[in-house]
T-cell receptor, first 112, second 111 residues
Framework: EPEVTQTPSHQVTQMGQEVILRCVPI?????FYWYRQILGQKVEFLVS????????KSEIFDDQFSVERPDGSNFTLKIRSTKLEDSAMYFC??????????FGPGTRLTVL | DQQVKQNSPSLSVQEGRISILNCDYT??????FLWYKKYPAEGPTFLIS?????DKNEDGRFTVFLNKSAKHLSLHIVPSQPGDSAVYFC??????????FGGGTRVLVKP
């Protein structure tokens, strides 16, 4: 069964450093998303991406964040200058446009 | 963001019995609702969904009920199995866009 994959599973970084989180969505999907879950809080939407551009972003997704689909398979989330409060689980999701989003296993980001 | 709420943080049920998880929403623009199951250190796994044009959807042991007038949905798991022990999230979307999640309900199925 096709699945969304994410790398790395755990990323530890120093405050102020740049990180890139990687995702490989399900191959025939056209819509891509990033969500995050801070420990003890809800899963919250960050950004959606369709047709090589951002279709919607939350207020969390400020200028420090960017997304890219550098090739036909990868979808990346970049945080330019990480802050302590960026520590969270980051989930990538994809859908074919039929509403159901399928999630990857997540990347645990720890900012020290 | 309190648009989707799961008021029961935890639920304990005996193996073989029914688990009923509840979810309330406030945004009348939501037209698609999903339930996800999540184990620790894993991503949410899709379980079952329902469109706002329906009031019930069934898939094996899982049934989702939607009451639009009450802005309430529920997930029934019958019979509950020990492998069902996990955190269950209700989520909603409007027009196939971003998902808004509830806070989750931790289910423990006792053998």
């Amino acid at each position: 069964e096709p699945e969304v994959t994410q790398t790395p599973s755990h990323q530890v970084t120093q405050m102020g450093q740049e990180v890139i989180l990687r995702c490989v969505p399900i191959s025939n999907h056209l819509y891509f998303y990033w969500y995050r879950q801070i420990l003890g809080q809800k899963v919250e939407f960050l950004v959606s991406f369709y047709n090589n551009e951002i279709s919607e972003k939350s207020e969390i997704f400020d200028d420090q964040f960017s997304v890219e689909r550098p090739d036909g398979s990868n979808f990346t989330l970049k945080i330019r200058s990480t802050k302590l409060e960026d520590s969270a689980m980051y989930f990538c999701a994809s859908s074919s446009g039929e509403d159901t989003q399928y999630f990857g296993p997540g990347t645990r980001l720890t900012v020290l | 963001d309190q648009q989707v709420k799961q008021n029961s943080p935890s639920l304990s049920v005996q193996e073989g019995r029914i688990s009923i998880l509840n979810c309330d929403y406030t945004n009348s623009m939501f037209d698609y609702f999903l339930w996800y199951k999540k184990y620790p250190a894993e991503g949410p796994t899709f379980l079952i969904s329902i469109s706002s044009i329906k009031d019930k959807n069934e898939d094996g042991r899982f049934t989702v009920f939607l009451n639009k007038s009450a802005k309430h949905l529920s997930l029934h798991i019958v019979p509950s199995q020990p492998g069902d022990s996990a955190v269950y999230f209700c989520a909603a979307s409007a027009g196939g866009n971003k998902l808004t999640f509830g806070g989750g309900t931790r289910v423990l199925v006792k053998p």
